[in-house]
């Protein structure tokens, strides 16, 4: 039987923060972004999951 552990986008947004050192003032800096709208992605308020463009971006930047 499986465990089947649920793991949000903002559960796994924030482990790649702490994973690559990266602040929510770094990251919007590096998007040229307001940080508010990375701490809204973090905290689950926002979905960055339809802007193709800033999700590649992310995944650049985020790499750990």
């Given at each position: 039987?499986?465990?089947?552990?649920?793991?949000t986008?903002?559960?796994?947004?924030?482990?790649?923060?702490?994973?690559?050192?990266?602040?929510?003032?770094?990251?919007?800096?590096?998007?040229?972004?307001?940080?508010?709208?990375?701490?809204?992605?973090?905290?689950?308020?926002?979905?960055?999951?339809?802007?193709?463009?800033?999700?590649?971006?992310?995944?650049?930047?985020?790499?750990?």
């Amino acid at each position: 039987i499986g465990w089947g552990i649920i793991v949000t986008s903002q559960e796994k947004l924030n482990t790649l923060f702490i994973l690559s050192n990266t602040s929510n003032a770094k990251l919007a800096a590096a998007l040229n972004i307001d940080p508010s709208l990375v701490s809204r992605w973090r905290n689950g308020t926002r979905n960055v999951a339809g802007n193709h463009e800033l999700l590649s971006k992310l995944a650049l930047i985020l790499r750990p």
